[in-house]
């Protein structure tokens, strides 16, 4: 059973930048996806990106741009640079790593993130 951490959330003025951490307790196979996923209050969760070893990075329409996502294999951790926050990007973030061979996904408890002056 891999256990994900995440940190790095807080509170944040508009167009400021956070960096969240997730650390896995177990070796996540590069081969594996690692990412982030939000959700807002009273709204469904969201995916905002994922990666792979270190290559293709993968971003949601609404993130593209002022987001970064990087990944450690050797840390078993994924990092996510958000910049240019705004109120839209208040959530709770969620680390999650995904097993391909067995199909399951692991998921962290969350970690706030909110925007406002």
């Known amino acids: 059973q891999v256990q994900l951490v995440e940190s790095g959330g807080g509170l944040v003025q508009p167009g400021g930048s956070l960096r969240l951490s997730c650390a896995a307790s177990?070796?996540?196979?590069?081969?594996?996806?690692m990412g982030w996923y939000r959700q807002a209050p009273g709204k469904q969760r969201e995916f905002v990106a994922s990666?792979?070893?270190?290559?293709?990075?993968r971003y949601g329409d609404s993130v593209e741009g002022r987001f970064t996502i990087s990944r450690d294999n050797a840390k078993n951790s994924v990092y996510l640079q958000m910049n240019s926050l705004n109120s839209e990007d208040t959530a709770v973030y969620y680390c999650?790593?995904?097993?391909?061979?067995?199909?399951?996904?692991?998921w962290g408890q969350g970690t706030q993130v909110t925007v406002s002056s």
């Open positions: 999650y790593a995904r097993n391909l061979f067995s199909g399951i996904d692991y």
């Open positions: 177990d070796r996540v196979g590069s081969g594996n996806p």
């Open positions: 990666l792979i070893g270190g290559r293709d990075p």
